[in-house]
């Protein structure tokens, strides 16, 4: 795993949106407490994208897809 690829991957866990697990999640939400600091939602990668294909993402999960995609056709 390159070192940019691992910076753009959040550590293993639930998916936030299919609820599996995932040994490769990417923040795909913050989300602002009302009172304290806000926290991060993670998704695996397939739900990373099919969220960047629809309406709502936000164009810095775009961007950070878009990042990861290069990064593994690069190394294919
Ligand atoms: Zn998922």
Same mark, same amino acid.
């Given at each position: ?6 910076? &753009? &991957? ?5 998916c *936030?949106l299919c609820?599996e697990? *995932?040994?490769?999640?990417?923040? =795909?939400?913050? =989300?602002?407490?009302?009172?304290? @600091? ?7 990668? @397939?739900? *990373?994208? &099919? &969220? =960047?294909?629809?309406?709502?993402? @936000? ?5 950070? =897809? ?11």
């Open positions: 795993m390159s070192d940019e690829r691992a910076e &753009l &991957l959040a550590h293993a866990g639930t *936030a609820e697990y *995932a040994a490769e999640r990417m923040t =795909v939400a913050m =989300v602002q407490g009302n009172s304290g @600091p806000g926290w991060s939602r993670y998704a695996c990668l @397939p739900c *990373a994208r &099919l &969220l =960047v294909a629809s309406a709502f993402a @936000p164009q810095w999960l775009r961007e950070d =897809v878009a990042r990861l995609d290069k990064i593994e056709a690069a190394t294919r």
